[in-house]
């Protein structure tokens, strides 16, 4: 088979999943009245499904409970090496409601990397897992002119 068909696979769901769960700052997309957006979170994987937290009067919080779609987009890439992944969760979010669940979820490593009071659970239940591992081979000498 040719280089350029070995560059890139696709991943399983059960390997996407367990990628996910090795790392906690991801993307997600979401649309508000303004059209798509795109906001880093930290997340954690629940089970099947991945919680956030939000501040309830936030735009993320507006934007993403009870949104027919929303996207999580998590890859880490080696630029150096020219390898990487990336998974996407697709699926719905909706906010945990404050009750016994809340607190076993407050004893998950789910931290808010900037300051506020990000007190909402959302969780997003996926509709698709998907994600890809790539390797790119050496670029040409000529490549960067």
Not at 15 to 39: F, K, N, S, W, Y
Not at 77 to 88: A, H, K, P, Q, Y
Request: hydrophobic residues 40%.
């Amino acid at each position: 088979m040719p280089q350029r068909f070995n560059r890139w696979h696709q991943l399983s769901a059960d390997e996407c999943l367990r990628l996910l769960t090795q790392h906690h700052l991801g993307r997600i997309a979401v649309i508000d009245d303004d059209g798509p957006m795109i906001l880093p979170v930290t997340y954690v994987v629940d089970g099947e499904s991945v919680l956030f937290r939000t501040d309830q009067a936030g735009t993320l919080q507006a934007a993403a409970y009870g949104a027919d779609q929303v996207a999580l987009e998590v890859d880490v890439i080696d630029e150096c090496n020219r390898t990487g992944w990336s998974v996407l969760v697709r699926g719905t979010a909706e906010q945990v409601p404050e009750s016994a669940e809340v607190d076993r979820l407050r004893r998950l490593p789910l931290y808010p990397w900037v300051p506020g009071a990000e007190t909402s659970y959302a969780r997003i239940e996926p509709t698709l897992v998907s994600g890809r591992r790539v390797s790119v081979p050496s670029l040409p000498s000529t490549w960067l002119g």
